[in-house]
């Protein structure tokens, strides 16, 4: 069975596009891959998170995981600061990747760009970090977004190069993108992600939204003027968001969609979905609260851990014993 590990970053609540780009994609795969689910703590404090915030997240996070289906006893969900390997060899990864390609990197671009000050260090060195959390574990493939490709883009070159330089050591994994719902866009603003640091509080969904509310920010999503129902994400990329997130939640194919919308007003559309994102969280939350104040929060973490920990360990000894850094081992 191929291995398969991902993360999701919870600096915030997770969300919708956490949700259709990653999180159900996971669900989906546990039957068929060896699934490995983490919640990566340790990227969440690049950025200053207030330390009781961050605790509620975490918890939530994994709450939300077991909402969504993922299943304990088919997958290895894990803290990934339990697993002090993964950081340990993202710093001798780190010492194995250039400034250069860190440059190169979009997300840190995006906060240089937008004039962010005290940027940490941290986030500079962040994707040597995701390298190791997908190395550490010989993943051969990675399910992502679509503006996570980068950094597992970057994470293939880091093994690259190490297994050229040291022999064969890591496998060389592969992202995987879905061909609906990879990109969720802003509600009020289709030109952006639909990102945990909307500020407007407009433009995305929470999974822990009231579904009422929720339901308000699709029917107030922002559209165009052509009055034409088509899935054309150049020229309406606020209809065609809608139309894919409706298509992710339920399954139905987006000609399909579209067709039956063909000839009708932009509010009916909506209105169905409104209606499935209402239907998707009151199901999703319900799940929730059973399960966030109860005790298979601990047990699956712990069991989680358990499985993880032996294998990043090998992993790590494998690459002090290649660079050198060993004495007795
Ligand atoms: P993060 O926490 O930003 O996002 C978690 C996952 O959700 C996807 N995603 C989206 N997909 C579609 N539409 C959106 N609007 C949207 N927003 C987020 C992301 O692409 C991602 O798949 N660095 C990672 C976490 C991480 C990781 C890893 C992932 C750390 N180590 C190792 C995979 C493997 C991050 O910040 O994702």
């Given at each position: 069975m191929k291995r398969m590990l991902s993360g999701i970053k919870p600096t915030g609540q997770l969300t919708l596009g956490n949700y259709i780009g990653a999180l159900r994609n996971f669900v989906n795969y546990q039957d068929d891959y060896e699934m490995y689910v983490f919640i990566a703590n340790l990227h969440c404090v690049t950025v200053y998170q207030e330390p009781a915030d961050l605790k509620k997240n975490l918890r939530d996070a994994v709450a939300l995981y077991l909402a969504a289906g993922l299943d304990p006893e088919k997958s290895t969900i894990f803290l990934q600061?339990?697993?002090?390997e993964q950081a340990q060899l993202g710093w001798l990864l780190a010492c194995n990747s250039y400034m250069g390609e860190l440059n190169r990197m979009t997300q840190f671009k995006d906060h240089v760009a937008k004039g962010?000050?005290?940027?940490t260090a941290g986030l500079y060195v962040y994707p040597c970090l995701m390298a190791a959390d997908i190395l550490a574990y010989n993943a051969d493939y990675v399910p992502v977004g679509v503006d996570q490709k980068q950094h597992v883009e970057l994470t293939r070159d880091i093994a690259i190069r190490f297994n050229n330089k040291?022999?064969?050591?890591?496998?060389v994994p592969e992202p995987l993108t879905q061909k609906v719902g990879a990109k969720i866009m802003s509600l009020?603003?289709?030109?952006k992600k639909m990102s945990k640091?909307?500020?407007?509080?407009?433009g995305c969904i929470y999974l822990l939204d009231e579904p009422k509310a929720a339901m308000k920010k699709i029917m107030s999503a922002k559209t165009d003027s052509l009055a034409n129902v088509a899935y054309d994400k150049e020229n309406q990329p606020g209809l065609a968001n809608l139309i894919e997130i409706a298509c992710a939640l339920t399954g139905e194919p987006i000609e399909e969609f579209t067709n039956r919308f063909k000839g009708c007003g932009y509010g009916d559309l909506k209105k169905e979905v409104a209606a499935d994102v209402g239907n998707f969280l009151t199901d999703l939350q319900e799940r929730y609260d059973g399960i966030v104040r109860s005790d298979l929060l601990r047990d699956t973490l712990e069991n989680g851990r358990q499985k993880a920990e032996p294998i990043a360990r090998k992993t790590l000894h494998k690459v002090q014993r290649k660079i050198g850094v060993e004495i007795f081992r």
């Open positions: 600061s339990d697993v002090m962010e000050t005290n940027l040291y022999g064969d050591t890591f496998t009020s603003d289709p030109s640091s909307d500020l407007t509080n407009k």
